[in-house]
């Protein structure tokens, strides 16, 4: 079965592709980019400010215990209701350059859609480096959960 | 961390990949390697030699002779390697899907 997101990341370019297909009319998919409110839900993160319009900026702020985590933030560049967003992001209190995303938005048959996101990083080594980060964060998991098993023994 | 880097850089070198898909065909001594090559023997040697390092290739010994072979457990690691990230989007946009689902039926 073919899976439903896919991540192409060319070797040696500055640039990766999310594709995903999606089981919903493409009024749902874009309004689950539009609605603040929903966004915070399936982001899990909160929205401090989502201004959907051009020269809008965006800033979503995770926090975990009181502490934040994780905070990003960005110009909108275009906002087409159902068809794109073009963006920046930058993540805060790290040393990655900004970004710049298109999102596209297209119905398909059957009421599904589907939203291909194009990343364009400063450098590849950038690029890559952002690809390693969930799988950093994973060994580190591994490694913290295998720390609590042993501290059980 | 820093094996996995040699590894992709390994990998990122066109000769070195071009020597990984000749190898995955057929396990073969470094002189047949070489021999698919129009650069000088000492260059194709340098690569296998950092191929084998990093252990995309796996030398075996039979008599007089050295026979690389691919390492598969090695190359699945790599194409693993974007699977986190994947995952990650994955997770999220399975729960946009569901959350937006809930959303029609109101």
Redesign the interface.
């Known amino acids: 079965m073919e899976l439903k997101t896919q991540v192409h990341a060319e070797e040696g370019k500055q640039e990766l592709f999310i594709t995903r297909v999606f089981d919903l009319p493409l009024r749902l998919l874009f309004k689950a980019y539009e609605d603040p409110n929903i966004v915070a839900q399936w982001m899990s993160t909160q929205v401090i400010k989502l201004e959907n319009t051009k020269h809008g900026s965006w800033q979503f702020e995770t926090s975990y215990d009181g502490n934040v985590l994780f905070s990003a933030s960005g110009v909108i560049l275009e906002f087409v209701p159902d068809q794109k967003i073009t963006r920046t992001f930058k993540m805060e209190n790290t040393d990655f350059p900004v970004q710049l995303e298109f999102l596209e938005f297209e119905a398909l048959e059957n009421d599904t859609s589907r939203l291909t996101m194009q990343i364009i990083f400063k450098t590849v080594a950038f690029r890559d480096q952002l690809l390693q980060m969930p799988f950093a964060r994973g060994l580190n998991m591994a490694h913290n959960r295998l720390e609590e098993i042993l501290k059980q023994q | 961390?820093n094996l996995r880097r040699d590894v992709?850089q390994a990998?990122?070198d066109p000769t070195r990949r071009a020597i990984l898909i000749l190898v995955a065909t057929q396990s073969m001594t470094a002189g047949a390697i070489a021999s698919n090559f129009d650069s000088a023997r000492p260059t194709i040697s340098k690569h296998i030699q950092i191929l084998t390092e990093c252990e995309l290739l796996q030398p075996e010994q039979k008599g007089r002779e050295i026979i690389y072979h691919l390492n598969g457990s090695k190359i699945k690691e790599i194409a693993d390697?974007?699977e986190?990230?994947?995952?990650?989007?994955?997770d999220?946009?399975?729960?946009?899907?569901a959350?937006?689902?809930n959303?029609?039926i109101k």
Do not use: C, H
């Open positions: 961390m992709f990998i990122a390697f974007i986190p990230f994947r995952k990650m989007w994955d999220r946009f399975n729960k946009l899907e959350l937006m689902k959303y029609k």
